[in-house]
């Protein structure tokens, strides 16, 4: 990094239709994304042509939620759109330079499984992949896999922990010369660069050896969202992204100053982990411009499907009774959630909100920072918190697909650049190296470097 | 398929390196194919170019044996190579008609998983993904997934018939029709066209519904290897393809008339599933030159190799005491595999062979039909394979890879394509209209149609 400019990193978060709540009815919007690879091919080409440094996958292994009144009206819960992993590998194969990352969850999955496939995208990809461990939390999701409902918040995190730790052991199966393939002597490996893991820990048990060579980046890059205090030392301990929600820059100063505050203890400098919040862009030419787009699309929410956001959100409460232009109604306290069902009624008391201004108010970014401006106000926002420590870069969540990424690329990316914000080529070949990410050494290169 | 001569259905075999168990030291050979995706790309335009209809794909979720004297000398026993659905979607994104069939286990995996993955592939590819189901035999695979030895032949199958009837359960979540996405009325999916699936058997509970949009195959194409009874049974129930091993053109009508025989009892037709044997060609100007080849690729076996291939198929006869140039010395019973050792010894009893020659024997096709002659020669037989009940086609397996592919699409496909036996275009767009097979109906529109 010695004499460049520190600039930002940038993800493309691509929800199949974008990520407003309403986004597929939007005109410009590309409805049957979800299963239309074609419009990722586009996607993926405008983002690197862009130079970003990567596109991110959310995913869900089930749909989120099962109330058919809203669900039937919305495509961003996971109803029908391509498994993450699959596609990815498939616009590897029509990219060169822009990274990939893939979310999968520790909590329905094979350690082994996961290690492999994204080694495999690795080397399908030239050293581009990325694997964003989440853990989850829905019973929709557990009720695909035999069981009733999820793991518990601390027993999904300890499984996290040890799921992680036996896919980077399996990652390290192999050295980076591992494989001579020397046709002469008829020697494909060398034993002695062979590392069998034979893990026996408390949710896994897991022999190795990997059967993938090692990753062109060593490991591919291991990226986090986690905001609950377990959730922030998995991240401290062994993420290098990490993507958050902050709505204000306050919050993310907090939230960066605190994570990389956790490094040092496991040995970790500071930058290696970036922090790329999301953001939430709605761009015009003037302000009353954008602000006419955000309207527009904000107008395309079905009261059912904003009121089912609002439970969602709550944690089950349910409005569906009471005048929708009406206010907020005081309500019994549910079980589940119960921070952020207060959260919510605070807010609609503090602006004095109706039930329909209530879910307005929190559908567009779902808890991302949403910024409703022109490319100058975004840009100087962006800035403002990538240069006073609330950010490293930031994953773009396009409003709806494909033109908000246009937009976004085609407006507000020349400011960035031009105040040397953003890079006009890529630094590198893989992921890690447009990242600014150091390349894992392998644990027997460091103990013998150490010697 | 009426009015059109009946025509030999193709799929390209593709071990990284090739079939033969010392391919990768033959000169011509890409000994890095288990990591180097150029070398898949070329292998997959090749297949296309030549209007194969398939690519396949063999898995094992662990190296296939731990014996690092004779697997530190192969390729072939997925010490290091890539998992086939990444590999094959990456595929998908540089072809336009070819299809794909990759290898996912049963008995290590979850159906709700397959199914999407695969789902996924075959939007991805635009409807030309093919699932081989397979069982786990070995207990190498086992110890990656928290077990100590693999499960129970009975045990296997078992599982392998819920899983399959899950994974296909899940396929009909959704109808073709099932999402208008229609941006007026805010309806993105018609709830009365998704089917949950409501699962609870003996081996997994699933809802459902899936997330991904009904494939464009209707489901992706079942393929199946079993060649036990209860593997045949499944594969009489639930198989499209079958890929198969046989030696000899008796076995092989014998195999063909017994499985086609067994589909009447589920109700279907004798051409719903295709029966596509193993085919090991080495291909020379003349028979001199093709035996030649052979015995280059036959010299460069090293011994532990060799030894490496009798212990793996006689369930663990060690001959590695004896002289290998000596004759096959009786031997003590094994728990394992009595039949196929048996096999084993009476081949050398009745050759005469020694330890050498044994297992320079077996080693070329590994049970599969080994062909070594003129391009004439091989046309020859396959044609009578094709033409007396012995196959509907074959999986091609080159000795070594890409030479024996292009080998084989030079020399022997012209001939084929001479005597009508093989296309000179795509029939359709899918794997299934290429295959002939029908598109499954949703079983809610089967049942409207039955009333």
Chains 1, 2 share one sequence.
Request: glycine share 8%; no cysteine; net charge neutral.
């Amino acid at each position: 990094m010695t004499g460049r400019q520190r600039q930002l990193k940038l993800g493309a978060f691509l929800y199949p239709t974008g990520h407003h709540i309403a986004a597929w009815r939007h005109p410009d919007a590309q409805a049957d994304a979800g299963s239309n690879f074609a419009h990722y091919v586009e996607l993926a080409q405008i983002a690197e042509a862009a130079k970003f440094d990567l596109i991110f996958m959310a995913d869900g292994v089930g749909t989120r939620g099962a109330d058919t009144e809203a669900l039937h009206r919305t495509a961003t819960r996971y109803v029908a759109q391509f498994e993450p992993i699959t596609l990815l590998s498939a616009l590897a194969a029509v990219t060169k330079n822009i990274g990939f990352v893939a979310t999968a969850s520790t909590s329905f999955n094979e350690p082994y499984h996961i290690a492999r496939k994204f080694a495999s995208l690795d080397h399908i990809s030239g050293g581009r992949a990325g694997w964003n461990l989440v853990t989850s939390s829905s019973d929709h999701e557990a009720h695909n896999f035999g069981r009733d409902e999820h793991y518990a918040h601390a027993e999904r995190y300890d499984r996290a922990e040890e799921f992680a730790d036996v896919v980077r052991g399996l990652w390290d199966t192999w050295e980076e010369d591992s494989f001579p393939r020397d046709k002469e002597s008829g020697i494909y490996f060398d034993p002695e660069k062979q590392h069998i893991l034979n893990h026996r820990g408390k949710h896994f048990k897991v022999r190795g050896p990997l059967n993938v060579a090692r990753a062109p980046q060593g490991h591919p890059v291991l990226v986090q969202a986690g905001s609950s205090d377990p959730g922030k030392e998995l991240a401290a301990r062994t993420a290098e992204v990490v993507f958050t929600a902050h709505q204000t820059i306050d919050d993310a100063r907090a939230f960066y100053a605190d994570l990389k505050g956790r490094l040092a203890k496991y040995g970790r400098a500071r930058d290696d982990l970036k922090i790329m919040p999301g953001i939430f862009p709605v761009i015009g030419r003037t302000e009353a411009e954008a602000q006419e787009k955000f309207e527009q699309i904000q107008d395309l929410i079905h009261p059912v499907v904003g009121l089912s956001l609002l439970a969602g959100m709550s944690g089950g409460v349910d409005l569906s009774q009471y005048p929708i232009d009406g206010p907020v109604p005081d309500l019994p306290e549910t079980n589940g959630g119960k921070s952020r069902q207060k959260l919510l009624l605070d807010l609609a008391r503090r602006e004095n909100l109706t039930i329909r201004q209530l879910y307005l108010r929190v559908a567009g970014a779902r808890g991302h920072w949403q910024i409703v401006g022109t490319p100058v106000q975004i840009a100087d926002q962006m800035e403002e918190w990538f240069k006073t420590g609330a950010a490293d870069g930031f994953n773009v969540m396009p409003p709806h697909l494909p033109v908000g990424l246009y937009d976004f690329v085609e407006h507000v990316l020349p400011k960035l650049r031009r105040r040397g914000l953003f890079r006009s080529e890529y630094e590198g070949k893989t992921l890690r190296e447009n990242l600014g990410l150091r390349v894992p050494q392998h644990p027997a290169r460091a103990a013998v470097a150490a010697e």
